[in-house]
């Protein structure tokens, strides 16, 4: 892959114009590094166990229902690209949440999800200028495909936001981190 190294996973992710459709015409890609092991998106068929009791007989029967797309995406809070990830999280269109298509750049082969929304996501952090990370749990429409390679990007920050001397303001209330 043209400027991979190693193990480690890019994400590029854009927003889609209608759910599940994947990246528009001409998209406008957001780069976001995968975290250690940040990124576990997966095709799962939960099992769904009915109510069979008849009277007093209740017999055990597993039914695979439905599939999900579910997972989630970890990665570091870089200036470029906080904005765009915290809209992600809490901008809605129409009361529901934009949907976004992201592809992985993975030592292996490179992937897109797309329909996926964030369902909960996490600020972390720790003090002593540790980075910031945001964890989005998210849920998808679709499998994943294979699509071509792509360059990892250069950040331009080159050192992602820390937890040090920052205030975080929530509803015009500011609260000291």
């Known amino acids: 892959m043209p400027g991979h190294i190693g193990f480690q996973r890019h994400w590029r992710l854009t927003t889609e114009s209608s759910w599940g459709d994947g990246p528009p015409a001409e998209p406008a890609w957001h780069s976001a590094p995968a975290v250690r092991s940040g990124y576990r998106i997966r095709q799962t068929t939960p099992p769904f166990v ?3 009791n008849a009277a ?16 989630n995406i970890t990665t570091y809070l870089y200036r470029d690209s906080c904005e765009y990830l915290l809209d992600l999280c809490t901008k809605r269109t129409s009361n529901a949440l934009d949907s976004f298509c992201g592809q992985v750049n993975d030592p292996v ?3 897109q999800h797309a329909g996926l929304m964030v369902d909960k996501w996490t600020l972390a952090g720790q003090d002593e ?3 910031i990370t945001v964890r989005m749990d998210c ?14 990007p250069t ?9 040090q001397h920052g205030a975080f303001y ?7 981190a």
């Open 50 to 52: 009915p109510a069979t």
């Open 155 to 163: 950040y331009v920050d080159e050192a992602p936001f820390v937890f």
């Open 129 to 131: 200028g540790a980075e």
């Open 139 to 152: 849920i998808g429409k679709g499998p994943e495909t294979a699509v071509s390679a792509f360059d990892d």
């Open 170 to 176: 929530l509803s015009s209330a500011a609260g000291e």
């Open 56 to 71: 007093a007989y209740q017999r055990k029967k597993h039914v695979l229902a439905k599939k999900l797309v579910q997972g």
């Open 109 to 111: 082969e490179c992937k």
